[in-house]
């Protein structure tokens, strides 16, 4: 007889879903010559995998897996929907 084992879930962001761009000293990503967009976090769902961000005068949620500390206010370097990393504005 078998027996059923229950297991709790984990809170793992998701895998990548493929190659992701690096941006330049440009911010043009070097894999495929899109640029990247820099963009000001507005809030971060619960998980803290993605966030709504703002990109000119759009709002729209992007993965911030790739990040670390990322926080509200912070400002972000976006490509395809997915923060590439921290961008120092200064």
Known sequence: MSQIIHQQPTLEPPEPLGIYCEPDK??????????????????????????VVQINDQTTEIDISLVDDVAVGTTLLVHGGVALGRLEIG
């Open 26 to 51: 440009y911010g043009r990503c070097i894999t495929c010559s899109d640029e990247a967009h820099p963009a000001t976090v507005l809030e971060i769902n619960e998980a803290g995998w993605t966030a």
